[in-house]
């Protein structure tokens, strides 16, 4: 079997081609952690491309969302996943901003939340929605309580329960 000219020349090139890669991708610079100098740069690396409390709301908003839809669909199963997530999120969100866990604890998560979680759980739509409406005051309140009331004046907070008819 004989190999045709260009065939050859692709097979002779290949091993140039291989080792060529190799030395750009050797060359490339560290990457944005491991190119840290020590362990604390690397950490105050982190600790800046993690943020504070900001991100952790901004997964809570989107949930919170998520819920809305959830409910105006009778997924009532979905509703509370995304509930229970709403909590660990704002727990992960102190943990990087203690300052933010008086209020959010008070305000939300040791009152408030427990009603929300049972009321979706009991699959009573008109419970739900009014638990729904609840856990919004609260998520306002606790916004007012850390002198951040402008996060209240979006559509997120627009979010209202259909009229439910009685059962």
């Given at each position: 079997m004989m190999l045709s000219r260009a065939a050859l020349?692709?097979?002779l090139?290949?091993?140039?081609?291989?080792?060529?890669?190799?030395?750009?991708?050797?060359?490339?610079?560290?990457?944005?952690?491991?190119?840290a100098d020590n362990d604390q740069s690397r950490?105050?690396?982190?600790?800046?491309?993690?943020?504070?409390?900001?991100?952790?709301?901004?997964?809570?908003g989107e949930r919170y969302q998520a819920v809305h839809t959830a409910l105006r669909r009778n997924n009532f199963e979905l509703a509370g996943y995304h509930?229970?997530?709403i909590r660990t999120t704002i727990e992960n969100g102190y943990m990087k901003r203690p300052k933010r866990k008086a209020n959010a604890d008070a305000?939300?998560?040791n009152?408030?939340?427990?009603?929300?979680?049972?009321?979706?759980?009991?699959?009573?739509?008109?419970?739900?929605w009014?638990?729904?409406?609840q856990a919004r005051d609260a998520c306002m309140a606790c916004h007012a309580a850390?002198?951040?009331s402008f996060m209240n004046n979006q559509p997120l907070f627009e979010l209202n329960a259909p009229a439910v008819k009685s059962e």
């Open positions: 020349i692709a097979l090139a290949l091993p140039v081609a291989l080792v060529t890669h190799a030395d750009e991708h050797s060359a490339s610079p560290p990457g944005w952690l491991t190119g950490f105050e690396r982190l600790q800046q491309y993690l943020r504070g409390f900001d991100q952790p709301m901004w997964e809570v509930w229970e997530k305000i939300l998560l009152t408030t939340w427990a009603q929300v979680r049972d009321a979706f759980a009991s699959h009573d739509s008109r419970k739900a009014a638990a729904f409406e850390e002198s951040v």
